[in-house]
């Protein structure tokens, strides 16, 4: 059975960090591609990063790029968001995903964890 776990997610000020772990179970990490996405308070869910391949290729939505790192653990089957410099904006709940490939519609999502910035 396909499980993923959000945590991480907290409050911090902006300009800080925080690394978001989405736990695997029930597939490899590997094998499929991961996309974490968040939604804002009145918006829709958008992805902003994914890893897929055995290569562990990774993809950026513009507001996060240079600040948002992916990365992936195959031993924890685990993947991560690196959150850096964040900003007001980036206060959202954030979800991961697994699917197919990065832009592909997701199959399962996580619970989510929420992430609040402050000034």
Known sequence: ???????G???????????????ASGFTVEDYTI????QAPGKGRDA??????????TNYTDSVKGRFSISR?????TVYLQ???????DTA????????V????????GQGTQVTVSS
Do not use: F
Request: charged fraction near 20%.
């Open 48 to 57: 902003i990063a994914c890893i897929g391949g055995r290569e562990g290729i």
């Open 9 to 23: 997610g907290g409050l911090m000020q902006s300009g800080g960090s925080l690394k978001l772990s989405c736990a």
């Open 1 to 7: 059975q396909v499980e993923l776990v959000e945590s």
């Open 83 to 89: 959150m850096n410099s964040l900003k007001l904006e």
């Open 102 to 109: 990065c832009g592909g519609d997701p199959w399962d999502w």
């Open 73 to 77: 653990d195959s031993i924890k089957n």
């Open 93 to 100: 709940t954030y979800y991961c995903a697994l699917t197919g």
């Open 35 to 38: 996309v974490w996405y968040r």
